[in-house]
């Protein structure tokens, strides 16, 4: 019986103990330092090559308000750019913050391979690598045009699509947008307005040889007026642009319901993203009723 | 290589035919437990003039071809003393042998001197995990788990802190096969997962298969729990009942007509709910609770045919009513999530001949899940069911045929009709008449047909060759797979063996999880044209030692295994049902998955001390599992969420004296793969547009902060370690026996991880992000009372 005793009262004191304990702990973070973050996508459809520069904010490390939030931007870096036989340096161009060098100093050809090496004074490294597509851009067809009635005004929808080159493995940018001149000034503006069907990046694999079809959003009378233009850009894309584009436009903060979507990096030594495009555009008659 | 593989086999089974059908005498029966007439599996029939022997089946029958001649046969099993007799073989047999159950001997230490002899058996990678040595272990609530304790065994890991999921050589959970009487379940959890459903009072046995699966088994790529209902006592009215902290439970079982049918019906409810209700406020009330009922019922028609009809059912309700009213207007929102497994199964057993026994069994399986809400005021009622779950109807017929005393052939078909329905949605709105109703369903029909050839090659080699001949069709697409399958035995010395085993597998079903903890809300969905079932491959080899002197039995296996067509969440697909069940309308499950293909690698040890005053096991697993994704981390491998490095259990169950056991358990386990956020950073949207903006347009070049992750499963959490320990007192009333377990679930209250999160702590001019870890449970007291009568 005296064993039952002492038992049962070794549980009532368990259980006040239990009911104090405090159940949230800080653990030991990993030791992070701010990385070097690269963003530059070569085309040789621009005019100018650029290379923006930043410094990530590592998360258990104190930062102070100032100081863009403690995402740093780099000014003081050596950018140098080169085909593997040329290389040449970018400068920085303090209006955007960007590093920049005109293509007609360096230029941008389709099937080369490019190679990127940043170095700060601080003692940051990071270089990156990548190739300029070259692939054959399938010719856009237009299906049909869809008109809906919103609030007393049209809104009209392209329907169009294209045929993937056999055998070619590409990734692929759909981007529908739109060409219009102010009637006052003739100033011409330009807007991408996305896809209400279709997945604007998106790659051949699995899918070789086959036929992708895209709905534009919604263009409203209202906003385009009468004098404009409907365009498709479509690029094809090296790797590095497609996953890194993929993790940014899929990352959504802290889900509990989501694994975590991590940003695709090809910079050793940093993060971002070094990598080629080629694009061309094609104008699709599009009459107002 | 697969292919020259399944000719070999093909060609063994011819061979083995013509080898081993040689007449002999037979001598067969059945083996039952003294009193209960429970008819027993697993009991070793050993004959050691000629070192040869066999072991019941599921369904207790035996049968061994013997030359004329007198022999001594022991009939051994674990928990139970053994039974010889000298029996003359002359002619065929019918002998049936009652074993008595250790635990009504009195003073009796258990020696099992020909008990299982692992060495000697051509399976590897399986545990047979004694029922009654559950009851000892220590558990969290005192709830006792099967499951809790198949995780304590080397190869098996649980997830996160007291989850009942197995992950069986970095396979998920979904990749188990758990079979109660034949019948597979779905979601084998209560309370979102803490603990399994299985009521351990009406299981006879619990087998788990980790590899060199044999041919009778499909359907699932990582493990097989096989369990068994008791037939219920067919002599005399008994039961149990237990008083826990939580729950309570009751079995009843007894004799329909004395040694010939009988029934066993045991039910299990917590009382959560009802402790918490006179602390819920006045407007507001709801609560959680799950039950669950286990019956069967058995008839034998004569010797030759017997029938059993068995059910399951359990369900877990978690739900909420809240009522307020406000300026002459009254609200009224009742909601809640329920989910539910059901499964039934009529079988017939049938002894054609003293060489022929065959089972059919007819099988009903359904998991459902409902989740509902209800919005009511003056105005109106606005209601959203929305459910998901799958049915299964099927039929399955298996033949053994011991040709001799060195041959057993098993062959077997079944066919299994799969409902699935990943989503059905009806939304009402009686103030706008809005009426929405949607529901998608797939019909599948998957089948399996085998052959298996146990061989006793000679005194020292052993083999079971087999293969397996799978169909699945859904949505008009077929897929058809030959599996072979090999497991060989050969002992080196007395005592010790080796092993070695290969197994192909394919799966045809998927469990869909976002948080890969298991709840209930993962959709089950079945392969399509566009989703190819999931396969396997594994090779095991290792080596087997019994030490009957010291009554220990030591296992080393090592192990390989490679997995395709895995099917997991697009990283960025979310199907947030718990926080917008509408979502599921727009929701489109095959758009928002992708495939991969896992590698699985490690070696374990087992050293287990079934009987005794001191019993128990010591388990390691040394162990690799790593995943590769299209659309996860970039197409790289990457470490499973639950890749464990190192994994020790030990248990440990003493008989202090007659009437008091202790008993502990001491499980390590290298911390959990996490993803976790290393820093923060602007990440710039990449357009073709920012090429062609007409001259002097600024083109707006917009960013996301996003967060810098490093890899996938880069950060390992805190590693887990625990220790429980439990003391019963058992004794014997005048009716009754009666035990008082009082326990504690990690006794020395060790903080675990079960999920980081980031805290960021501001002081007005800066900031800093800390690490925090959030544990559920410290020590954990518990007492239940439990009665036998």
């Given at each position: 019986?005296?064993?039952?005793?002492?038992?049962?009262?070794?549980?009532?004191?368990?259980?006040?103990?239990?009911?104090?304990?405090?159940?949230?702990s800080e653990v030991d973070a990993p030791a992070t330092e701010p990385k070097l973050v690269v963003y530059s996508v070569?085309?040789?459809?621009?005019?100018?090559?650029k290379v923006r520069l930043n410094k990530s904010r590592p998360l258990y490390t104190r930062w102070n308000y100032e100081n863009n939030n403690g995402y740093l931007t780099v000014n003081n870096a050596t950018v140098k750019i080169?085909?593997?036989?040329?290389?040449?340096t970018l400068?920085l161009?303090s209006?955007d913050d960007h590093y920049?060098?005109?293509?007609?100093?360096?230029?941008?050809?389709?099937?080369?391979?490019?190679f990127l090496e940043i170095t700060t004074p601080e003692g940051d490294k990071a270089t990156a690598e990548c190739?300029?597509?070259?692939?054959?851009?399938?010719?856009?067809?237009?299906?049909?045009?869809?008109?809906?009635?919103?609030?007393?005004?049209?809104?009209?929808?392209?329907?169009?699509?294209?045929?993937?080159?056999?055998?070619?493995?590409?990734?692929?940018?759909?981007?529908?947008?739109?060409?219009?001149?102010?009637?006052?000034?003739?100033?011409?503006?330009?807007?991408?307005?996305?896809?209400?069907?279709?997945?604007?990046?998106?790659?051949?694999?699995?899918?070789?040889?086959?036929?992708?079809?895209?709905?534009?959003?919604?263009?409203?009378?209202?906003?385009?007026?009468?004098?404009?233009?409907?365009?498709?850009?479509?690029?094809?894309?090296?790797?590095e642009l497609?996953h890194y584009q993929?993790s940014v436009?899929g990352f959504q903060g802290d889900?509990?319901?989501?694994e975590p979507v991590p940003i695709y990096s090809n910079i050793k030594g940093g993060l971002g993203v070094f990598s080629?495009?080629?694009?061309?555009?094609?104008?699709?008659?599009?009459?107002?009723? | 290589?697969?292919?020259?593989?399944?000719?070999?086999?093909?060609?063994?089974?011819?061979?083995?035919?013509?080898?081993?059908?040689?007449?002999?005498?037979?001598?067969?029966?059945?083996?039952?437990?003294?009193?209960?007439?429970?008819?027993?599996?697993?009991?070793?029939?050993?004959?050691?003039?000629?070192?040869?022997?066999?072991?019941?089946?599921?369904?207790?029958?035996?049968?061994?071809?013997?030359?004329?001649?007198?022999?001594?046969?022991?009939?051994?099993?674990?928990?139970?003393?053994?039974?010889?007799?000298?029996?003359?073989?002359?002619?065929?047999?019918?002998?049936?042998?009652?074993?008595?159950?250790?635990?009504?001997?009195?003073?009796?230490?258990?020696?099992?001197?020909?008990?299982?002899?692992?060495?000697?058996?051509?399976?590897?990678?399986?545990?047979?995990?004694?029922?009654?040595?559950?009851?000892?272990?220590?558990?969290?609530?005192?709830?006792?788990?099967?499951?809790?304790?198949?995780?304590?065994?080397?190869?098996?890991?649980?997830?996160?802190?007291?989850?009942?999921?197995?992950?069986?050589?970095?396979?998920?959970?979904?990749?188990?096969?758990?079979?109660?009487?034949?019948?597979?379940?779905?979601?084998?959890?209560?309370?979102?997962?803490?603990?399994?459903?299985?009521?351990?009072?009406?299981?006879?046995?619990?087998?788990?298969?980790?590899?060199?699966?044999?041919?009778?088994?499909?359907?699932?790529?990582?493990?097989?729990?096989?369990?068994?209902?008791?037939?219920?006592?067919?002599?005399?009215?008994?039961?149990?009942?237990?008083?826990?902290?939580?729950?309570?439970?009751?079995?009843?079982?007894?004799?329909?007509?004395?040694?010939?049918?009988?029934?066993?019906?045991?039910?299990?409810?917590?009382?959560?709910?009802?402790?918490?209700?006179?602390?819920?406020?006045?407007?507001?009330?709801?609560?959680?609770?799950?039950?669950?009922?286990?019956?069967?019922?058995?008839?034998?028609?004569?010797?030759?045919?017997?029938?059993?009809?068995?059910?399951?059912?359990?369900?877990?309700?978690?739900?909420?009513?809240?009522?307020?009213?406000?300026?002459?207007?009254?609200?009224?929102?009742?909601?809640?999530?329920?989910?539910?497994?059901?499964?039934?199964?009529?079988?017939?057993?049938?002894?054609?001949?003293?060489?022929?026994?065959?089972?059919?069994?007819?099988?009903?399986?359904?998991?459902?899940?409902?989740?509902?809400?209800?919005?009511?005021?003056?105005?109106?009622?606005?209601?959203?069911?929305?459910?998901?779950?799958?049915?299964?109807?099927?039929?399955?017929?298996?033949?053994?045929?011991?040709?001799?005393?060195?041959?057993?052939?098993?062959?077997?078909?079944?066919?299994?009709?799969?409902?699935?329905?990943?989503?059905?949605?009806?939304?009402?709105?009686?103030?706008?008449?809005?009426?929405?109703?949607?529901?998608?369903?797939?019909?599948?029909?998957?089948?399996?047909?085998?052959?298996?050839?146990?061989?006793?090659?000679?005194?020292?080699?052993?083999?079971?060759?087999?293969?397996?001949?799978?169909?699945?069709?859904?949505?008009?697409?077929?897929?058809?797979?030959?599996?072979?399958?090999?497991?060989?035995?050969?002992?080196?010395?007395?005592?010790?063996?080796?092993?070695?085993?290969?197994?192909?597998?394919?799966?045809?079903?998927?469990?869909?999880?976002?948080?890969?903890?298991?709840?209930?809300?993962?959709?089950?969905?079945?392969?399509?044209?566009?989703?190819?079932?999931?396969?396997?491959?594994?090779?095991?080899?290792?080596?087997?030692?019994?030490?009957?002197?010291?009554?220990?039995?030591?296992?080393?296996?090592?192990?390989?295994?490679?997995?395709?067509?895995?099917?997991?969440?697009?990283p960025?697909?979310?199907?947030?049902?718990?926080?917008?069940?509408?979502?599921?309308?727009?929701?489109?499950?095959?758009?928002?998955?992708?495939?991969?293909?896992?590698?699985?690698?490690?070696?374990?040890?087992?050293?287990?001390?079934?009987?005794?005053?001191?019993?128990?096991?010591?388990?390691?697993?040394?162990?690799?599992?790593?995943?590769?994704?299209?659309?996860i981390n970039f197409?790289e491998y990457f470490w499973?969420r639950?890749d464990?490095?190192?994994?020790?259990?030990?248990?440990?169950?003493?008989?202090?004296?007659?009437?008091?056991?202790?008993?502990?358990?001491?499980?390590?386990?290298t911390g959990s793969a996490i993803t976790l956020p290393l820093g923060e950073f602007p990440a710039t949207n990449w357009?073709?547009?920012?090429?062609?903006?007409?001259?002097?347009?600024?083109?707006?070049?917009?960013y996301n902060m996003v967060t810098d992750y490093g890899e996938v499963n880069s950060f390992r959490m805190k590693a887990?370690?625990?220790?429980?320990?439990?003391?019963?007192?058992?004794?014997?009333?005048?009716?009754?026996?009666?035990?008082?377990?009082?326990?504690?679930?990690?006794?020395?209250?060790?903080?675990?991880p079960?999920f980081y999160f980031i805290e960021n702590e501001y002081d007005g001019q800066s900031s800093i992000s800390k690490l925090k870890q959030?544990?559920?449970?410290?020590?954990?007291?518990?007492?239940?009372?439990?009665?036998?009568?």
């Amino acid at each position: 019986m005296k064993t039952y005793k002492a038992l049962l009262f070794a549980l009532l004191i368990s259980l006040m103990f239990t009911g104090c304990e405090n159940m949230i702990s800080e653990v030991d973070a990993p030791a992070t330092e701010p990385k070097l973050v690269v963003y530059s996508v070569l085309s040789p459809q621009s005019d100018v090559i650029k290379v923006r520069l930043n410094k990530s904010r590592p998360l258990y490390t104190r930062w102070n308000y100032e100081n863009n939030n403690g995402y740093l931007t780099v000014n003081n870096a050596t950018v140098k750019i080169s085909d593997g036989v040329t290389a040449k340096t970018l400068l920085l161009d303090s209006v955007d913050d960007h590093y920049k060098i005109d293509s007609s100093e360096f230029r941008i050809i389709p099937g080369n391979r490019y190679f990127l090496e940043i170095t700060t004074p601080e003692g940051d490294k990071a270089t990156a690598e990548c190739t300029i597509p070259s692939g054959t851009h399938p010719a856009i067809e237009l299906i049909s045009i869809d008109t809906q009635t919103e609030y007393g005004e049209t809104v009209y929808m392209v329907n169009f699509r294209f045929r993937d080159t056999p055998g070619s493995n590409q990734n692929y940018y759909v981007a529908p947008a739109y060409i219009f001149s102010e009637e006052i000034s003739g100033t011409e503006y330009i807007y991408e307005i996305g896809l209400s069907k279709g997945d604007a990046f998106f790659t051949d694999k699995n899918k070789d040889g086959e036929y992708f079809i895209f709905r534009s959003s919604g263009i409203h009378s209202s906003v385009i007026g009468s004098n404009f233009e409907f365009m498709v850009f479509l690029s094809i894309t090296g790797d590095e642009l497609y996953h890194y584009q993929k993790s940014v436009t899929g990352f959504q903060g802290d889900n509990p319901f989501q694994e975590p979507v991590p940003i695709y990096s090809n910079i050793k030594g940093g993060l971002g993203v070094f990598s080629g495009e080629n694009t061309v555009y094609t104008t699709i008659p599009f009459a107002i009723r | 290589m697969q292919k020259l593989l399944t000719l070999a086999l093909l060609l063994l089974m011819m061979q083995s035919n013509s080898v081993y059908a040689q007449q002999k005498s037979v001598i067969s029966g059945y083996v039952r437990e003294t009193g209960s007439r429970e008819l027993l599996p697993g009991v070793n029939i050993y004959v050691p003039e000629l070192k040869t022997g066999t072991v019941t089946n599921n369904y207790g029958f035996y049968s061994l071809s013997l030359p004329s001649g007198t022999y001594r046969i022991t009939y051994s099993f674990v928990g139970y003393q053994p039974v010889v007799k000298d029996i003359i073989v002359n002619k065929n047999l019918n002998i049936d042998i009652d074993l008595t159950s250790s635990i009504l001997l009195e003073d009796i230490v258990i020696s099992a001197e020909k008990a299982e002899r692992v060495s000697e058996s051509n399976r590897m990678s399986t545990i047979s995990m004694p029922v009654s040595q559950i009851r000892y272990v220590p558990a969290l609530l005192g709830e006792k788990d099967v499951f809790k304790v198949l995780q304590l065994m080397p190869g098996v890991q649980k997830g996160s802190e007291g989850s009942s999921g197995l992950y069986v050589r970095g396979g998920g959970p979904d990749q188990n096969l758990i079979i109660l009487d034949d019948a597979p379940v779905y979601n084998a959890f209560h309370l979102f997962g803490f603990f399994s459903i299985f009521n351990g009072d009406a299981l006879k046995s619990v087998e788990l298969t980790k590899g060199g699966f044999p041919a009778r088994y499909g359907g699932r790529l990582s493990s097989v729990v096989e369990m068994t209902m008791k037939d219920g006592n067919k002599q005399k009215f008994a039961g149990e009942a237990g008083i826990g902290l939580i729950s309570s439970r009751l079995l009843i079982e007894g004799p329909i007509k004395k040694d010939t049918s009988s029934f066993i019906v045991s039910a299990r409810r917590t009382y959560i709910d009802i402790l918490t209700r006179p602390f819920m406020p006045e407007d507001a009330n709801g609560g959680y609770y799950f039950y669950d009922l286990n019956a069967k019922i058995n008839y034998d028609l004569n010797r030759r045919h017997k029938l059993y009809l068995s059910g399951y059912f359990g369900r877990d309700k978690f739900q909420f009513i809240d009522r307020y009213s406000y300026d002459n207007n009254y609200y009224k929102n009742k909601g809640g999530l329920f989910w539910q497994n059901a499964t039934g199964t009529l079988r017939w057993n049938h002894q054609v001949s003293n060489k022929i026994f065959t089972n059919t069994s007819l099988i009903y399986s359904s998991y459902d899940l409902r989740i509902f809400n209800e919005e009511k005021d003056k105005y109106g009622t606005y209601s959203l069911k929305y459910n998901s779950g799958i049915r299964d109807i099927a039929l399955k017929y298996d033949l053994e045929y011991h040709v001799s005393g060195k041959y057993l052939f098993r062959a077997g078909m079944s066919t299994t009709n799969h409902l699935f329905t990943p989503t059905a949605v009806v939304e009402k709105d009686s103030q706008t008449l809005y009426d929405f109703k949607n529901k998608i369903t797939y019909n599948s029909q998957e089948s399996g047909l085998y052959a298996e050839n146990h061989i006793n090659i000679n005194n020292k080699f052993q083999a079971n060759a087999g293969l397996r001949f799978v169909h699945f069709i859904a949505n008009e697409k077929s897929y058809y797979f030959l599996e072979p399958r090999l497991s060989m035995n050969y002992l080196i010395k007395e005592g010790l063996s080796a092993k070695a085993a290969f197994a192909t597998m394919n799966q045809s079903i998927h469990l869909l999880s976002n948080t890969g903890i298991g709840l209930p809300t993962d959709l089950w969905v079945p392969s399509t044209d566009r989703i190819r079932p999931q396969n396997s491959k594994q090779i095991s080899a290792g080596l087997a030692q019994d030490l009957p002197e010291k009554n220990l039995i030591i296992t080393l296996e090592g192990y390989y295994k490679w997995s395709k067509n895995n099917l997991g969440y697009k990283p960025g697909a979310s199907f947030l049902l718990l926080d917008d069940p509408t979502d599921a309308q727009s929701f489109t499950w095959q758009d928002n998955v992708t495939a991969g293909e896992g590698k699985s690698y490690g070696v374990e040890l087992l050293v287990q001390k079934k009987t005794g005053k001191l019993s128990g096991w010591i388990g390691y697993t040394l162990s690799w599992t790593k995943l590769r994704f299209d659309e996860i981390n970039f197409g790289e491998y990457f470490w499973a969420r639950y890749d464990r490095r190192h994994d020790i259990s030990v248990v440990a169950i003493y008989k202090l004296r007659e009437n008091i056991t202790l008993s502990g358990t001491w499980v390590y386990g290298t911390g959990s793969a996490i993803t976790l956020p290393l820093g923060e950073f602007p990440a710039t949207n990449w357009s073709p547009l920012t090429q062609y903006i007409p001259n002097n347009q600024y083109y707006y070049e917009y960013y996301n902060m996003v967060t810098d992750y490093g890899e996938v499963n880069s950060f390992r959490m805190k590693a887990y370690h625990r220790m429980d320990l439990a003391v019963q007192f058992h004794k014997q009333m005048k009716r009754h026996k009666r035990t008082w377990e009082i326990g504690f679930y990690n006794a020395y209250s060790r903080k675990n991880p079960f999920f980081y999160f980031i805290e960021n702590e501001y002081d007005g001019q800066s900031s800093i992000s800390k690490l925090k870890q959030v544990s559920i449970f410290p020590i954990v007291p518990s007492i239940t009372y439990n009665i036998v009568f």
